[in-house]
């Protein structure tokens, strides 16, 4: 990635020369335009659209309007100093249907915001998948008697590689930075597991298969992008993996914690990273799964080609005990949504705790020494350069008389959190860039418009654009190049 230096004179604690100061987004919880220039749609808009899914009956049809409002948020973002822009592409944007040639307006819109970024000195990152597949390839699994679509099924792997190939040749020339999965983690077991995220499925056996065809899909997107960017370009994968930590150092509760973080961690480190699925992740989940049909000759080495950086999303820790014996019904404190059904295959006797009581408006936990600790594993396990490639809380901001919007916990909260990155980089960590979690308020899944993690303010009736304080001292925080 190239960015501008920032001025460290006046930092305490200063961040490396050429660190990436940015803030990420996606595609359908800001663009909008749903119906417009050729979009088809995207499971989300089907799951938003089904009553009893997303908070508030809310949709995504509106968002924030990026898509006709995304020279006005440049602006803003350069005028707030951020060298990096991370955000996703809306894949039934720019292939239809999920099948076929590209759109050439959908494409039209991306090549503008990049050249927009570009002009003003903001480097662009694009995730090439963000969770809004293509309706199309998920319906057959809708009906009696269908066979199922989407994730589980492996042509999805394929069809993605092919839009990864469209989308590379179309942006390669203006986008050097590349990320072929956000969470994918979430995308298998809240997708297909638990239910609370689209498309609402809730077979544990389809979250393992969904599993497999993310890690193949994004495999055949490393060759995809190899073949069409020049060898400059950097290619990375985004992963929110748990920062595991048994309750107790019982081995009940420790053997707890090796499932989590074999469905939770290793299910993507292994293949993408190592090349291989673990033998205790294939024990776990082998009364769900047949791995030896799904795994086919070939799909390991092309799940780890080589990347250049990993992406880490980090939020909260995971703290895990062996379940009670009289734990039936009792709700999960795992963060991830209310559903009777888990996204966590192969680890039903596991229970999940809060690691403390100063929580976000999520409910989640707020502990920075997960970041350093998540960042400084993968360093010493892998050694790739990393980004933190998320990384935001939600508060319920309360706007002045005078229109301004006062944030005080945020910023408390990405303070410590940068912080936590300085602790894992003066640790040996190669970490090369920040990305705060969010740049503007917008449609957070489920939850709808009721959450709020941006650091501009999203007016939804009126769609204005306020600044908080938080973007004001991150940006400050940009300027001099690190914490003061």
């Known amino acids: 990635m190239t960015v501008v230096p920032p001025d460290t004179s006046s930092a305490r604690r200063a961040f490396p020369p050429g660190f990436a100061w940015g803030t990420a987004t996606a595609a359908y919880q800001i663009e909008g335009a749903v119906a417009e220039d050729g979009r088809t749609p995207s499971i989300w808009d089907t799951f938003s659209h089904t009553p009893g899914t997303i908070d508030g009956g809310d949709t995504g049809d509106t968002a924030v309007d990026h898509y006709h409002r995304f020279r006005e948020d440049v602006r803003m973002m350069a005028d707030l100093g951020l060298t990096s822009y991370r955000f996703s592409l809306a894949w039934p944007r720019i292939q239809p249907n999920g099948r076929g040639p590209a759109s050439e307006r959908g494409l039209d819109f991306y090549r503008a915001l990049t050249d927009e970024l570009l002009a003003h000195g903001i480097t662009p990152v694009a995730t090439l998948y963000h969770w809004d597949l293509p309706q199309e390839l998920e319906t057959p699994a809708i009906g009696a008697g ?207 705790h809060r690691a403390n009581d100063d929580v976000t408006a999520m409910g989640w936990p707020i502990d920075p020494t997960g970041l350093s600790d998540a960042l400084l594993s993968m360093h010493r396990e892998f050694g790739l350069p990393l980004i933190v490639s998320e990384n935001g809380a939600a508060f319920p901001d309360t706007v002045a008389a005078d229109g301004s919007v006062h944030d005080p916990e945020r910023t408390d909260y990405l303070r410590r959190h940068l912080d936590a990155v300085a602790d894992a980089i003066d640790g040996g960590a190669d970490v090369r860039g920040y990305y705060l979690w969010s740049l503007l308020d917008n449609f957070e899944w489920a939850y709808g418009y009721d959450k709020r993690f941006g650091i501009v303010r999203v007016d939804y009736d009126t769609l204005v654009r306020t600044p908080k304080s938080s973007a004001h001292w991150y940006s400050e925080v940009i300027r001099r190049g690190g914490l003061a």
């Open 146 to 352: 269908a066979a199922g679509g989407g994730w589980p099924a492996r042509d999805t792997a394929y069809r993605f590689a092919d839009y990864t190939a469209l989308a590379a040749e179309a942006l390669g020339d203006r986008v050097s930075t590349w990320i072929t999965l956000n969470e994918p983690w979430c995308s298998a077991f809240l997708g297909y597991g638990s239910g609370v995220h689209a498309p609402g499925r809730t077979d544990p056996g389809d979250a393992l298969r969904a599993a497999h065809h993310l890690n193949l899909g994004h495999g055949l997107a490393v060759g995809a992008l190899r073949a069409a960017l020049p060898a400059s370009a950097k290619v990375s994968v985004s992963l929110n993996l748990h920062v595991v930590r048994p309750l107790t150092d019982g081995p009940e509760d420790l053997e707890a914690a090796r499932r989590i973080d074999a469905v939770g961690n290793r299910v993507w480190t292994g293949p993408i990273l190592r090349g291989r699925y673990d033998e205790d992740l294939l024990k776990d989940t082998a009364h769900l799964v047949d791995w030896d049909s799904l795994v086919h000759d070939g799909d390991l080495a092309e799940i780890s080609r080589p990347i250049d950086l990993l992406g880490l999303n980090y939020y909260n820790p995971t703290v895990v005990s062996a379940a009670p014996a009289d734990a039936g019904g009792r709700p999960r404190e795992d963060g991830h949504g209310s559903s009777t059904f888990s996204p966590w295959p192969g680890a039903d006797s596991v229970a999940f």
